[in-house]
């Protein structure tokens, strides 16, 4: 399973397939990190540099982070996409289709210019997350998409 949790200021990835439950980002922000409660990440109950060295005591690497760099991610159902948007401009976008198999994505860009900030990794774990909400699998055939599915 793969989710991101996202503030103002930073995005959360967890991946529970590489989660061995060391616990270290419970004891490191336990108002963030509350197994008891789901979803179990609340980035809104913590500062940032507290959720920020939680995370970087996970000795597995299941929970990440990097900073928004103030750009929005949304899922959009209708056009079968998530998109990256500062303000109004569209920037990014991780595009996906619906197949037997599962959804397949099959394109991931963010704008040249935006590049290295970990949009297209936001882009990404968003449209795993919608797949698996809805109980589908996701198989890529993005090579960007099947990295992030891989990591």
């Known amino acids: 399973m793969h989710r991101l949790y996202e503030n103002e200021d930073i995005a959360v990835f967890w991946n529970s397939d590489k989660c061995r439950h060391a616990k270290q980002c419970v004891n490191g922000s336990p ?30 690497g299941a929970v990440t982070c990097i900073y928004t760099h103030g750009i929005r991610i949304e899922y959009e159902k209708d056009e079968s996409r998530s998109a990256a948007y500062d303000g109004d401009l569209l920037i990014g976008e991780c595009d996906y289709r619906k197949t037997p198999d599962g ?5 991931t860009e963010v704008n040249p210019e935006y590049g290295g900030k970990g ?8 449209v795993i997350e919608a797949a698996e909400q809805c109980g589908n699998t996701v198989v890529a055939t ?10």
């Open 119 to 126: 949009i297209a990794k936001r882009l990404v774990y968003k």
């Open 103 to 107: 959804w397949n994505i099959y394109h």
């Open 31 to 60: 108002r963030t990190f509350n197994a008891a409660r789901r979803p179990w990440i609340d980035v809104t109950k913590a500062p940032t540099a507290e959720i920020w060295q939680a995370i970087s005591a996970c000795p597995s």
């Open 142 to 151: 993005c090579s960007y998409a099947d990295k992030v599915l891989k990591e």
